[in-house]
């Protein structure tokens, strides 16, 4: 199978995949120079534009993405690096569902959530300072998040923690536990990598954006 381009878009790049609990596959990437994602829909790889950072034409890479799914802020979470209005490349988080406008036109069932009218695309920097998980992590609001380069959200299994048991016999519905690596600019203004731990699930109330 090609992972083809976005229309009027030449060239495509594949970085990182993703699984859900179907075994159906998530690919996340770059059509020209707008970060996207990719899924099987019909026996072809179909796509979603993600956006940028900035107010004009996105310059923007997706470099991992995991499987969230039900999740209220949406199936996927994708992490990478865009241009923003401040600089030219800054860690970014999306979080939405895998769908294309013709299949919200179709039934609905791929709406994406509701942000409080933010964009899916976010600044890495601002999540962590909004929630706090930047000061959980150790990192302070005065380091810079270039890059973001991977992502892992697995499930944290028990009573306390899932809502209720699959046919399976297994737990079901259960919080999870997101971790993101990347690189950036530490407060002595040397480069260095960082892991953010505890990054929260769910919608982000986090107001008006910086």
Not at 40 to 68: C, F, M, N, Q
Not at 171 to 194: A, K, Q
Request: with cysteine; glycine share 14%.
């Amino acid at each position: 199978k090609f992972l083809k381009p976005m229309d009027g878009d030449q060239h495509s790049e594949a970085y990182a995949m993703a699984e859900d609990e179907l075994g159906n596959i998530y690919v996340a990437g770059r059509s020209d120079t707008e970060a996207c994602i990719w899924w099987l829909k019909e026996g072809e790889y179909v796509s979603l534009g993600l956006g940028g950072l900035t107010a004009y034409s996105p310059d923007s890479v997706a470099h991992s993405i995991a499987w969230r799914g039900n999740d209220t802020s949406g199936d996927l979470i994708v992490v990478g690096k865009s241009r923003s209005n401040k600089e030219a490349s800054e860690a970014f988080v999306w979080t939405g569902n895998a769908c294309t406008e013709d299949d919200n036109e179709a039934d609905g069932i791929c709406s994406q959530p509701d942000l409080f009218g933010q964009k899916p695309m976010l600044d890495l920097e601002f999540i962590l300072t909004k929630t706090g998980a930047g000061e959980i992590s150790g990192m302070g609001s005065d380091w810079v998040h270039i890059e973001a380069n991977g992502i892992s959200s697995v499930p944290i299994v028990s009573n306390e923690t899932c809502t209720g048991i699959g046919e399976s016999g297994l737990y079901v519905n259960c919080l999870r536990e997101t971790r993101i690596v990347g690189w950036g600019e530490n407060p002595e203004g040397n480069e260095e990598c960082w892991v953010v731990t505890g990054y929260p699930d769910g919608l982000l109330d986090l107001g008006a954006e910086g």
